[in-house]
């Protein structure tokens, strides 16, 4: 037995449905943006693994771009969790409904 | 190389795979007894050369010049009862000293003693060498939120800042060194100075020096264990074995951070004047000498007060290790550009010279210490 | 041989820190099965011969986020209300479970993945810098921007939790 392309695929998309029902269901928003990582990770799977079996670099180049990206998002989820939460002493995303319709 | 006859020789009468497993293992054995020795000998040198700085004997009971002091002592930490609070997250607790312990053994994996005694050579040596020290902190962090007391518990927020901190100045001031070397490998970037980094370099060598002392959490920068303010920090609730574990990482992580600045900055296990010795004795006495002068430091300085640590970090070491990169890459870009080879002796004074200005000029721009005092 | 133990062992790792991470009830244990996650990734990446990638990924995924996230939790001391469902949790296992199925489903219906045995690997760092920064075909532009976007993100963050 070998370890495919689709192997790796399959893998990366256990990892992504799993963050994306975390991110759904969960209140915690410190949780929801875990969630949200494993998502990119999963991408990040996806990607090295078309790079290395294709022989082209360009996936990597878009993982190291999709890293970038994570960790930007990281920087201003975790401020904008941090600034809610000194407003309102809770970081539940269901209590946070002022631009809920 | 001896492990890799040994794997030859094995391979001839294993299934390949068996082998390699083995001769990993022989590997990991060997640095694991090299690491425990180095810190036994590091932890007497430690004790015996503060002791002459603040004008006493240091250890001086057990054996000759108290030379098995580091025996008694770990049969000492061995013995005692391990305690784990009532409220203590009982598996965070346990696991936080592991994980705190293993990642400076994991770093000497690719320290370049010798070019026949290195573990692995990865070609991304030094990139491992700062991911892996990234980890250690998660043991700081896993400790002091384990504990369940509150002193553990703003250790571990200082933690938090100090790693963000200092983490970026140490991997920009890296960044100078491979500029010029063009490669990750820690074989290649030994091999590349024929005149050690920290002469042509000095600001990077600086900026390096102080971000991995500030790193492993060296005196002034500890902080996070300041006795004064938070009894001992993260592991104020550790007893034991698993407290002995945090004292060997600890020392390890120095070990491996003065390991670093050799290999990067002091020309590794060269010596100027040919090699009379085998460059393994030669990168050992230039690793004792680097932790010397921590050790130095540390019984001359004052701790740092938490807001002139961060700001230190922002406010002197960033900015310095940016102007390194530029200064860098510029004079690489000109020689090239001239035809020159890298670095001639006018760059050297060059940056020797902005380095000593910079460092006289700004501190005068900012000052430390009138910002409010959080965590 | 290795490889298939190597992989098997990894995958079955991540998979199980990321429901750990959905499922615990202590945020400070998903947090830190969420690094133990972004390490067996980087180890899958070493797998994929991407040496470059899964120290990058070590050093930002568990050094940079995994360092940030902790100390969200720490600030936020939202530990004594733990690790709450939503109201919609059964949507969201309904919207997971179908995604799953469906790209499993694409995965395995799709013939003509490049099978079999891939190029030998490589050190992948110079490839990687040379594929990024080609004049011709490579990234520059969308390097730069983002670079810009970090600076944008590090403005915002300290604009965002800045005390007036």
């Not at chain 2, 007391?149 to 100078?176: D, F, T, W």
């Not at chain 2, 002139?308 to 070491?317: C, D, M, R």
């Not at chain 3, 011969?49 to 939202?78: C, H, N, P």
């Not at chain 3, 992948?124 to 004049?135: I, N, Q």
Request: aromatic residues 12%; glycine residues 8%; contains cysteine.
């Amino acid at each position: 037995m070998t370890i495919g392309l689709e192997h790796y695929l399959i893998l990366s998309a256990v990892l992504f449905s799993i963050g994306l029902f975390g991110a759904l269901a969960k209140r915690n928003a410190v949780v929801v943006l875990m969630c949200i990582e494993i998502m990119l990770n999963a991408v990040n799977i996806a990607m090295v693994g078309f790079s290395r079996f294709w022989g082209l670099l360009t996936g990597q180049v878009f993982a190291v771009f999709i890293m970038t990206v994570a960790a930007a998002e990281a920087a201003v989820g975790i401020a904008i969790i941090i600034a809610i939460y000194r407003s309102r002493q809770s970081v539940d995303v269901g209590e946070v409904d002022l631009m809920k319709w | 190389m001896i492990l890799k006859r040994l794997l030859d020789w094995l391979a001839g009468y294993w299934p390949e795979w068996a082998a390699y497993v083995v001769v990993g293992l022989v590997g990991i054995m060997v640095l694991i007894a090299f690491f425990l020795t180095m810190i036994m000998v590091v932890i007497w040198l430690e004790r015996k050369l503060i002791g002459r700085f603040q004008v006493r004997w240091g250890p001086n009971r057990a054996g000759p010049w108290g030379i098995l002091q580091p025996i008694a002592d770990a049969i000492k930490v061995l013995t005692k009862e391990d305690i784990v609070p009532d409220r203590a997250d009982k598996w965070v607790h346990l696991l936080a000293p592991v994980v705190a312990f293993v990642p400076p053994l994991l770093i000497f994996a690719v320290i370049p003693f010798q070019p026949d005694a290195i573990l692995a050579d990865l070609n991304i040596g030094i990139l491992y060498v700062v991911a892996v020290g990234s980890i250690a902190v998660v043991g700081a962090f896993m400790a002091g939120w384990g504990s369940s007391n509150k002193y553990s518990l703003i250790s571990a927020m200082r933690v938090a800042a100090q790693m963000v901190s200092y983490e970026v100045p140490l991997v920009l001031s890296i960044i100078g060194v491979i500029l010029v070397v063009g490669s990750l490998s820690m074989m290649d970037i030994v091999n590349r100075q024929s005149l050690p980094f920290f002469l042509m370099q000095p600001l990077g060598f600086l900026v390096f020096f102080l971000a991995a002392a500030a790193e492993v959490n060296r005196s002034p920068f500890d902080l996070l264990e300041a006795e004064s303010e938070i009894i001992a920090g993260y592991h104020v609730e550790y007893s034991g074995m698993k407290f002995a574990l945090f004292y060997l990482g600890e020392y390890g992580h120095a070990l491996a951070a003065s390991a670093l600045v050799t290999a990067l900055f002091l020309g590794g296990g060269k010596f100027p004047w040919g090699a009379l010795p085998p460059s393994f004795i030669w990168f050992l006495a230039k690793m004792v000498l680097v932790f010397c002068v921590l050790f130095w430091i540390r019984s001359t300085l004052p701790r740092l007060r938490v807001d002139q640590f961060t700001g230190f970090a922002w406010k002197f070491l960033f900015p310095m290790s940016l102007i390194n990169i530029f200064l860098v890459g510029t004079e690489l870009w000109w020689a090239k550009e001239m035809g020159w080879s890298l670095f001639p002796w006018p760059f050297l004074f060059l940056n020797w010279a902005i380095a000593g200005m910079l460092v006289l000029v700004w501190p005068k721009l900012f000052q430390l210490g009138v910002g409010r005092v959080e965590v | 041989m290795g490889t298939v133990i190597t992989f098997w062992a990894l995958a079955v790792a991540s998979v199980v820190a990321a429901l750990a991470v959905v499922f615990l009830r202590d945020v400070f244990r998903a947090a830190l099965f969420l690094l133990a996650s972004f390490i067996a990734v980087a180890g899958i990446f070493l797998l994929l011969s991407a040496d470059f990638l899964a120290a990058i990924q070590v050093l930002i995924y568990v050094g940079a986020i995994g360092v940030l996230i902790v100390f969200a939790i720490m600030l936020t001391r939202e530990v004594k209300r733990g690790n709450p469902w939503g109201r919609m949790r059964f949507l969201a296992a309904i919207a997971g479970a179908l995604l799953l199925v469906t790209i499993v489903l694409a995965v395995v219906n799709t013939a003509g993945w490049p099978g079999g045995t891939p190029p030998p690997p490589q050190a992948t760092t110079e490839p990687l810098a040379m594929r990024l920064f080609d004049l011709e075909t490579g990234f520059v532009l969308p390097f730069e921007i983002a670079s810009v976007l970090l600076l944008a993100a590090v403005i915002g963050a300290i604009v965002l939790v800045r005390e007036r």
